[in-house]
């Protein structure tokens, strides 16, 4: 079976044992009320497919006055009625921007478009071969509105071969590095990072799969004229209990850029969604998928990087993980709603 995955090479291709099908939020009684309204500290189940497919498409927009809903909202989805989520994330990081912010940007996996970055789609195929279960938890205290479609394959059945879709949110708020203290000099070039044991964990899973990419998001917690470049840590991956090292050479080389970014940049794989203020001030967040070039793992995998070079820096560092792999996983919990509500201060200098 050619899946395909959207490929224009073989978007002709014919394929007789596939339907389309549409989960949404329409008006059921054929009004325009086409949400779903999320009453404060409620779940909702806004999936629940009992068939074999391929999740190809979802769109959502959401509606609050609460200043922290896209933190407050969650995510989750499993597959094959599994009991531990595969995706457990907030809403507005799952769709690939942190910060609680949204921003117009493209990339492959992911599009957020007018008005403002509102508009969420997320591309990555997400195959189940027997359930596939997606709810939203409104942690906030304000009712929220919710639209939303997904997009779905039914098929008769799957490869055997295809992974099951991840994705994990993690923060780490301040990262353990030195505080900034006037007239400091920060050792870009000379201290030794010897186990990287102290390094920012992005993800860890356990079995077999395949990472395909990250969004980092950084709130520069320093305040200082000089030289406040936040970056500068080695990105360290390891893979089947350290046989393979994949060792980097800084944070936007990583991320596919070069000399200290501090534009805004999108492309298909890499880009710079919120490139911070003057002297890289307040919140900064970067993306890479490894779309042409996955990260293979056939045991257990552990993606990390330095926050500075030697993880000398104290920052506020969160991100969201994607990968595919066989079930089961290894379960991940996510931190409680008060620890995750961005940081208002310091703000971007202009």
């Not at 295809?162 to 050792?187: I, M, S």
Request: include cysteine; charged fraction near 25%; charge should be negative.
């Amino acid at each position: 079976m050619n899946l395909g995955f959207g490929s224009l090479a073989n978007l002709a291709k014919i394929r007789k044992d596939v339907k389309r099908k549409r989960i949404s939020s329409y008006d059921k009684s054929g009004a325009n009320m086409d949400n779903l309204q999320l009453k404060p500290h409620k779940k909702y189940t806004i999936c629940d497919v009992k068939s074999a497919g391929i999740i190809k498409h979802i769109w959502m927009t959401i509606a609050s006055n609460d200043p922290d809903y896209l933190r407050k909202l969650i995510i989750r989805i499993w597959w094959d009625n599994e009991n531990d989520p595969s995706v457990e994330c907030p809403i507005g990081d799952f769709f690939g921007v942190g910060h609680g912010k949204t921003v117009n940007f493209w990339c492959l996996p992911f599009a957020n478009g007018p008005q403002d970055g509102k508009g969420f789609n997320c591309f990555f195929p997400m195959p189940f071969s027997e359930r596939a279960l997606i709810e939203v938890e409104n942690e906030s205290d304000i009712l929220t509105i919710l639209y939303f479609y997904i997009d779905y394959e039914e098929h008769l059945d799957l490869d055997d071969d295809l992974g099951r879709f991840h994705a994990q949110w993690r923060r780490e708020n301040p990262t353990k590095g030195k505080k900034y203290r006037p007239g400091k000099k920060v050792e870009y070039f000379i201290k030794r990072n010897k186990d990287h044991a102290k390094d920012y964990l992005v993800m860890e899973a356990e079995g077999e799969g395949h990472f395909v990419g990250m969004h980092l998001n950084i709130h520069n917690l320093f305040e200082t004229e000089k030289h406040n470049w936040p970056g500068e840590g080695d990105d360290y991956i390891e893979i089947d209990d350290g046989e393979t090292i994949l060792y980097g050479t800084g944070t936007e080389d990583y991320f596919c850029g070069a000399w200290c970014p501090s534009q805004y940049y999108c492309s298909p794989y890499y880009g710079v969604t919120l490139p911070g203020g003057k002297n890289w001030s307040g919140k900064i967040s970067y993306y890479r998928y490894h779309i042409e070039d996955p990260i293979y793992f056939h045991k257990n995998i552990k993606v990390k990087i330095e926050h500075g070079h030697a993880n000398q820096r104290s920052d506020d560092w969160s991100s969201t993980a994607y990968w595919y792999q066989n079930e089961p996983h290894k379960p991940f919990t996510i931190l409680p709603v008060n620890e995750r509500i961005p940081r208002k201060f310091p703000k971007e200098i202009s």
